[in-house]
């Protein structure tokens, strides 16, 4: 067989086996086979040095050709497989726009978010503003200016977590009064106040007690305030958050800062005030403390108590939110247990 035969018989079964090909790897294994420098036509092509000068050429130019065709046919090959391989992986990746999506979880405010906006929404509606205060308090604000001099045995009942002497964690909102009372410039107008936040004590945790829990303060300060504005101011919070029906009692009690001071209970919602398991069978439930500013508290504030007076209230959200949704321990507040906190979607 001569160097043309031989050549002839290679391209026809680089041919055949190019065309048998199923994918690109055999096709790219029969290129390096097949015109590497090992390979076969490279073999032939060496015994042409055998040749006439006059047939080197001719066979040469014919083995070029070859080479060219094979090249040629393997790109094709090549090109045609990547359309076969990119079709199928378009049919595996097909998506079907018709199937019904993955429904998303939506949030909702926590409950006890969710009462302190109500509480928010109702005194804005009334002309007051919503102040924030910080949480690390100065015992100047927490206490002092809130006629609780150091050693005044009512600090007992509010002991908290000190960052040093000077700094703790307030136990009340009530500082945030003290704050705004001195910056307030009486000339613009009556100071009208609710502060909501986070409050801390040191209080052993049980279902009605926590170390960490809410409370909105409120202070109106003006000339000629009563009390009957307290009580009137009182009676539409109770009502807002308890129903329509609640009525409020106002019992004679004692803070530093106020004076007179009084407890507020609201009557019961789960009977109407006949007595239940709620109320302890007594009709009453009581839900915030309140009292008339006391005058040295207006003093220290740089406000002459013959001239201006006023009332303000602390109230626990917390605990208003256990009585409206009947929750019997407040730690499941602090829990994040989503099956809890989700009964009490907004949507109902
Ligand atoms: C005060 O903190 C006063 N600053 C309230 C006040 C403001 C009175 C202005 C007069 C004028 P008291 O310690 O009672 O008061 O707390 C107020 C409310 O916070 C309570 O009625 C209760 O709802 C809530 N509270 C108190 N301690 C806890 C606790 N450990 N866990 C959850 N809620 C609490």
């Known amino acids: 067989m001569n160097l043309r035969e031989k050549l002839e018989e290679l391209k026809e079964r680089g041919l055949k086996e190019i065309n048998q090909a199923q994918d690109l790897k055999s096709v790219n294994d029969i290129r390096v086979t097949l015109l590497g420098k090992k390979g076969p036509i490279t073999e032939v092509l060496r015994g042409m040095r055998d040749l006439s000068a006059e047939e080197r050429p001719k066979v040469g130019s014919f083995a070029n050709a070859i080479k060219n065709e094979l090249a040629k046919t393997i790109a094709a090959k ?97 500082p945030v009064q ?94 109407g005030g006949q007595g239940c398991s709620v109320c302890k069978q007594s009709g009453w439930i009581e839900v915030l403390g309140a009292g008339m500013v006391h005058p040295n508290v207006l003093t220290m504030a740089g406000i002459d108590p013959k001239v201006y007076g006023g009332f303000a209230f602390g109230l626990g959200p917390d605990r208003f939110a256990m009585l409206k949704y009947g929750v019997d321990d407040i730690r499941e507040f602090y829990l994040n247990d989503v099956r809890f906190l989700s009964q009490f979607s907004k949507k109902g």
């Open 178 to 271: 003290a704050r705004t009372m001195e910056k307030h410039d009486f000339s613009k107008g009556p100071l009208k106040m609710i502060s909501p936040g986070k409050v801390y004590r040191r209080d052993t945790d049980d279902a009605t007690h926590s170390h960490q829990f809410h409370q909105v303060e409120g202070l109106v300060i003006d000339k000629n305030i009563t009390m009957a504005d307290l009580k009137g101011t009182l009676a539409l919070v109770a009502k807002t958050i308890f129903g329509e029906n609640r009525e409020i009692r106002l019992r004679p009690s004692y803070f530093p800062f106020t004076e007179p001071s009084v407890e507020v209970d609201v009557s019961c919602f789960k009977c």
């Open 78 to 174: 090549v090109d045609e497989l990547e359309v076969e391989r990119m079709a199928k992986k378009l049919e595996a990746e097909t998506i079907d726009v018709t199937l019904p999506g993955v429904p998303v979880k939506e949030g909702q405010p926590h409950v006890l978010m969710q009462v302190i906006d109500e509480i928010e929404k109702l005194f804005l509606g009334m002309g007051f503003q919503v102040v924030d205060g910080p949480e690390i308090e100065e015992d100047h604000y927490n206490f002092e200016m809130l006629n609780l001099p150091q050693d005044h045995p009512a600090r007992d009942m509010q002991d908290t977590f000190y960052i040093n002497k000077r700094l703790l964690m307030r136990t009340q909102t009530s």
